[in-house]
């Protein structure tokens, strides 16, 4: 039964989408009627069915399909690095003190160091290319990523790390079946919210000296003052992250049916 | 109840009905499983050294059902904890079969007071845990952990996740998983004690079935006089600061146990036993007392 006005209160599925939707609606209410009111230069603020044509235009005619590919890839190339490096960093270091007392005095401090205050380095370094960019969208999330799936696998409750070894399993066997197949889920978790923040640096990483991706696309029309092509890059951004989102939400779902109660044991 | 009291006293928890005493001649003839010397234990905490455990010794037979009990605090998970190698002595051993026992090894099984199935893996799964890590599979080992999932009554529920399962079924996995592994004592740290009164003694009477349906040894920790004194053939109580061994009690009610024992005479007096360690009838009646002030009407009286 639902609940919608009460304390804590539980919603059913239809509550909940109707409530999604009616957000929506309204944004785009609001939007529309301050664009179309004259309130606005309509230059600077588009309508949002402007914006849709614009987007749409974009795709037809000027080949952004490219773009958002290349985007992607970028996104989703520097995402792979960086969990292929902070991913045993962080069981390792949530696993044994000596790793994390050795790695973490490293990581920590790098954390509060802009990712963006990197990029004049980054273009002496590695020049325009893609690397820079893949380089820049890796260091964006490394350091969190390092700290976060290392609380994730210190996460994992001791009772079950002491069952396994009266149990018998061996030090390998624990990290292997128990350790990261206990923390899984709240990795997933973690590189799914990761991931949101790679895409902010997508934009970052392509507006200085890029002739792909979005970011690109978006700082060409600026020149023009193209707001309409802005927004549609701004859309595309929200939508393939919002799709990825909902992809590994998903993922999740899918492979572990134990967590699909709501409540965890 | 005064009358009860009274006669409380008269009864001796040493007298035993000679078929008692010839269980418990034959127990000791038996050899000994595990066996504890000299165990101490002491923590560094923020104010200093704390000695948990000081000068332990004794020995527990081969098939014998143990209860340790004791006050809160008094040192019986660090006692099992040592005996399952999850903690190290700080002075003594501990010996299994002759054997010194160091670390944790699976002949030495272990049910916590918490909830530790592995969430991701189903009942079938959780019980064949301890041979798969030991390099066993096959259809052989899944037959016989269908065969330790039914001895707990479980049949029904070999492909459910732990969350489908009530708190006494999610222990009765537990104890299955850990009997799979074949060892040699069972150690149990309040395995019951997060359940509620009903399931609890159901829970009881199906350790008691299944200790005699096996070649197992258990060491089984509580902090409940009847259930210590119902499952138990000898229970180990314990002193608090530091903790040590206060009397072996061998409990004289007679096997096989059932519920309506717990109002016989031996059972009673096994208790008051039990109690009166525990509970050392304090000299001053007035620290007992709380001091709180009337803060009701007069004239409502409840006593
Ligand atoms: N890791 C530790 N570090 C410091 N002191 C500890 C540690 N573990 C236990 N102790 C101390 O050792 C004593 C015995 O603790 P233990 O948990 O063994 O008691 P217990 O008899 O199991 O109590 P309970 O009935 O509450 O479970 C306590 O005073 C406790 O504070
Ligand atoms: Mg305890």
Redesign the pocket.
């Known amino acids: 039964m639902s609940r919608p006005f009460q304390l804590r209160g539980s919603l059913s599925p239809g509550w909940k989408i109707g409530l999604a939707a009616g957000a929506w609606v309204l944004f785009f209410a609001i939007w529309h009627s301050l664009a179309v009111s004259g309130w606005a230069n309509p230059r600077l603020l588009p309508s949002p069915l402007a914006v849709c044509r614009a987007l749409a235009e974009l795709f037809a005619e000027h080949g952004f399909a490219k773009d958002v590919l290349k985007s992607l890839n970028r996104v989703l190339l520097s995402f792979l690095i960086a969990t292929a490096v902070a991913l045993p960093l962080g069981i390792l270091m949530g696993s044994f003190s000596v790793a994390e007392n050795f790695i973490n005095p490293l990581v920590s401090p790098f954390r509060y160091l802009p990712a963006p205050s990197f990029v004049p380095l980054l273009l002496m370094w590695l020049g325009t290319g893609e690397n820079q960019k893949i380089a820049l969208l890796f260091l964006g999330v490394i350091w969190f990523l390092i700290t976060l799936l290392m609380d994730n696998t210190k996460a994992v409750r001791i009772e079950l790390i002491e069952t396994a070894q009266t149990l018998g399993a061996k030090p390998a066997q624990i990290l292997r079946s128990v350790i990261f197949r206990s923390a899984l889920p709240q990795y997933l978790d973690t590189l799914r919210q990761m991931l949101a923040v790679s895409w902010t640096y997508l934009v970052i990483a392509e507006i200085v000296a890029a002739t792909d991706g979005i970011g690109a696309m978006m700082m060409r029309a600026k020149r023009f003052v193209r707001v309409d092509d802005i927004m549609a890059g701004i859309l595309v951004i929200g939508v393939l992250g919002f799709v990825l989102d909902l992809l590994l939400r998903g993922l999740r779902w899918w492979a572990f049916p134990y967590l699909r109660t709501g409540k965890e044991t | 109840m005064p009358p009860a009291a009274l006669q409380i006293n008269d009864l001796d928890y040493r007298k035993q009905s000679p078929e008692v005493a010839d269980r418990f001649r034959r127990m000791k003839e038996r050899p000994v499983v595990l066996s504890v010397r000299g165990l101490e234990k002491t923590?560094d905490?923020h104010e200093g050294p704390?000695t948990?455990l000081k000068g332990l010794d004794f020995d527990v037979y081969r098939r014998e059902f143990m209860c340790v009990i004791?006050q809160?605090?008094?040192?019986?998970?660090?006692?099992i904890r040592m005996l399952a190698g999850l903690e190290y002595p700080t002075e003594g051993e501990v010996l299994l079969d002759g054997n010194p026992a160091k670390g944790p090894c699976p002949d030495r099984g272990m049910v916590f007071q918490a909830y530790t199935l592995f969430p991701w893996l189903t009942v079938k799964q959780n019980v064949m845990f301890g041979p798969k890590m030991a390099g066993r599979g096959g259809v052989e080992l899944e037959q016989e952990a269908r065969q330790w999932i039914d001895m707990v009554g479980l049949s029904k529920f070999e492909n459910s996740y732990p969350y489908q399962l009530s708190g006494g079924m999610k222990q009765r996995v537990a104890i299955a998983r850990a009997l799979a592994n074949q060892p040699r004592i069972l150690l149990m740290d309040?395995p019951f004690g997060a359940l509620d009164a009903q399931t609890r003694c159901q829970m009881q009477s199906y350790l008691l079935q299944i200790w005699q349906k096996i070649d197992i040894t258990i060491l089984f920790i509580t902090?409940d006089l009847d259930e210590a004194v119902y499952l138990a053939d000898r229970i180990l109580v314990l002193k608090a600061n530091p903790?040590r061994i206060d009397e072996i009690i061998e409990v004289p009610v007679p096997r096989p146990r059932d519920m309506d024992q717990m109002i016989s005479p031996e059972f009673i007096a096994t208790k008051h036993r039990v109690n009166t360690l525990i509970h050392p009838p304090t000299e001053d009646p007035k620290e007992e007392k709380l001091s709180i002030p009337r803060l009701t009407p007069v004239g409502d009286d409840v006593d």
């Open positions: 923590f905490s704390v948990a004791g809160s605090g008094c040192g019986k998970s660090t006692l309040e902090h903790g």
